[in-house]
């Protein structure tokens, strides 16, 4: 009875001082969303010097704050880098070209080490992890990740490759526009949960309205807010249902 007591009292240690820490990434996270940001736009080059996926690529938002550079890494993303005043990388969004789902986000501390990760290799391998540079811990409403797993989710263009590649681009547009990721009605961004609910704390659902198929990272856009929960729409503005904005990561601009 003491051994399963004892037991009992780590286990709960255990998850307080898990919650503790996920607590305390989601304060830096918040407070990196809430920063003024610069964005540049990472697209690959091929051998040949063509932009990779370049049909897919937004010209209009993309002048002046576009890098161009060969990357040892997956050839099949768009990627968008924000950095902060100290032209430190902050956060990272990764999407695949053909329509625009997600694949991963990266938050950055201000040394540039990983502390969030939001990912969406396919629909068995997805989910959110907090990262202390020791130990990671995953949201109770994903997947158990193993490290192996947390690895492989990790993988992408270095920081290293990206700063060798942006040092001319923050020198020379230092004073470009600066934006942060405060949500409001019209912005696009992507579903970072499985689930949506039929209205505001209603029915949990894995179909949204018109049969559409609910899915992990899939891109929406914001129709109007109510406190903490968001109407959302398909990029194609069919109205899909109602979800928590902490189930939501903004894409800006």
């Known amino acids: 009875m003491k ?101 991963k986000i990266i ?48 993988i992408g263009s270095s920081i290293s490759k990206i700063k060798n590649i942006s040092n001319d681009f923050l020198q020379k547009y230092f004073y470009a526009p600066r934006i942060n990721f405060d949500i409001k009605p019209g912005d696009k961004g992507f579903l970072c949960t499985s689930h949506i609910y039929t209205s505001i704390k209603g029915e949990l659902t894995q179909i949204g309205a018109d049969s559409i198929q609910i899915s992990f990272g899939m891109p929406i856009i914001i129709n109007s807010i109510e406190k903490k929960w968001c109407k959302i729409s398909s990029v194609f503005n069919f109205f899909i249902g109602y979800i928590p904005i902490a189930d939501i990561e903004i894409m800006k601009p």
């Open 107 to 154: 938050y950055y501390n201000n040394k540039e080490k990983p502390i969030y990760i939001i990912y969406c290799k396919d629909a068995e391998f997805y989910g959110k992890i907090y990262y202390d540079g020791y130990n990671y811990y995953t949201e109770k409403s994903v997947p158990k990740c193993s490290y192996n797993k947390f690895k492989q989710a990790q």
């Open 3 to 103: 051994i399963f007591i004892w037991v009992l009292f780590q286990l709960l240690f255990i998850s307080i001082g898990l919650s503790q820490n996920c607590n305390v990434f989601q304060r830096e996270v918040d407070s990196i969303n809430k920063m003024p940001l610069r964005i540049a736009y990472l697209t690959l080059i091929d051998s040949l010097g063509r932009c990779v996926n370049e049909e897919f690529l937004d010209f209009e938002n993309m002048y002046h704050y576009a890098l161009v550079g060969e990357i040892d890494s997956d050839m099949n993303i768009l990627a968008t880098i924000y950095f902060d005043n100290q032209n430190n990388i902050r956060k990272t969004i990764e999407t695949w070209p053909d329509g625009g789902y997600l694949k």
